[in-house]
């Protein structure tokens, strides 16, 4: 029998916005933000997507440091990389980053923070059809750039970059990462500035270094593939990767039922849990909440750091 004083861990991933779904997830897990053993990990991605993103950020930073374990995803990384160039190119909007900075600040999304401006201009007596669209989009634009350099935004970005945020958890069995342990390894990060790309002599092989990789190495991580290094074998670790980053429809159909497609899981309806006896190396989590309105929360009792 366990002992009632073990701490439990409940981990989500790519919650990207959405509060109340991620409120009912955790709820049906039953975590107990009063109860001290209850530790919350959260891999990546917090924001962008869903319209609550100032709601997840005041119930984790409510929560006690040592209840929190917080794992950048490559969100995180399109948001702090948005504000330090200070406008947003076309993969901001594509990613729906801008839109966490406009949420941040009360709009509800892009368009809400447009059609405000038009009902502005409305008020005065202006009529929209005739304004143009230039001096719009100009005033949009310099509207947009003060909200990028907003207090709370800049609050939001030193959290992510303090000590509060990791790129990779470890436990006893278990590796939390938002995506997957560094693969690649780059030899001349100078050169690979200059050039515009990384410079690399090893690809997506395993590294006995991963804990070691550089910031550039983690961040390049953020985006691979979970379920392909698994089918190639790349964890060697000795130790289950958890992570989210990549729907987990996917692991199902390319992993257990690429034989059957009459298993096969619809992206837009079901991403459970993805944990098989088959492919113990990997534990994947993303629900597709943009599409589904479910997270994912795995349970773990018990665990030694």
């Known amino acids: 029998m366990k002992n009632s004083l073990q701490k439990t861990y409940f981990v989500s991933s790519d919650i990207h916005g959405f509060f109340d779904e991620w409120m009912n997830a955790l709820q049906e897990a039953r975590f107990d933000k009063e109860n001290p053993n209850h530790i919350l990990i959260v891999l990546g991605d917090i924001f962008d997507r869903g319209r609550q993103p100032l709601e997840i950020y005041e119930f984790i930073r409510n929560l006690p440091k040592e209840r929190r374990v917080l794992v950048r995803g490559n969100h995180e990384q399109l948001l702090k990389e948005l504000v330090k160039r200070g406008f947003p190119e076309t993969h901001d909007y594509h990613n729906r ?124 991580a953020k985006w691979g593939c979970p379920w392909q290094y698994e089918k190639r074998g790349l964890n060697k670790t000795g130790k289950t990767i958890v992570c989210g980053h990549w729907h987990t429809s996917d692991f199902f159909n390319n992993l257990l039922y690429k034989n059957d497609k009459s298993k096969h899981l619809d992206v837009r309806v079901s991403n459970p849990i993805f944990k098989s006896d088959k492919y113990p190396g990997l534990i994947g989590l993303d629900a597709c909440t943009a599409a589904t309105h479910k997270v994912n929360v795995l349970v773990i009792q018990g665990e030694e750091l």
């Open 97 to 220: 980053t801008i839109d966490t900075i406009y949420q941040l600040h009360g709009y509800a999304n892009e368009n809400h923070f447009e059609h405000a401006y038009y009902w502005d201009l409305a008020g005065k007596g202006v009529n929209s059809k005739t304004i143009e669209y230039e001096r719009l989009v100009s005033k949009w634009e310099e509207a947009s750039a003060q909200m990028i350099k907003g207090k709370l935004v800049n609050e939001i970005i030193n959290w992510i970059d303090s000590d509060e945020w990791c790129n990779y958890f470890e436990t006893e069995r278990y590796i939390f990462v938002h995506s997957y342990i560094p693969l690649k390894q780059y030899i001349d990060i100078e050169k690979s500035y200059e050039l515009g790309n990384f410079v690399k002599y090893k690809e997506d092989d395993f590294r006995e270094d991963w804990r070691n990789a550089t910031e550039e190495e983690w961040d390049d």
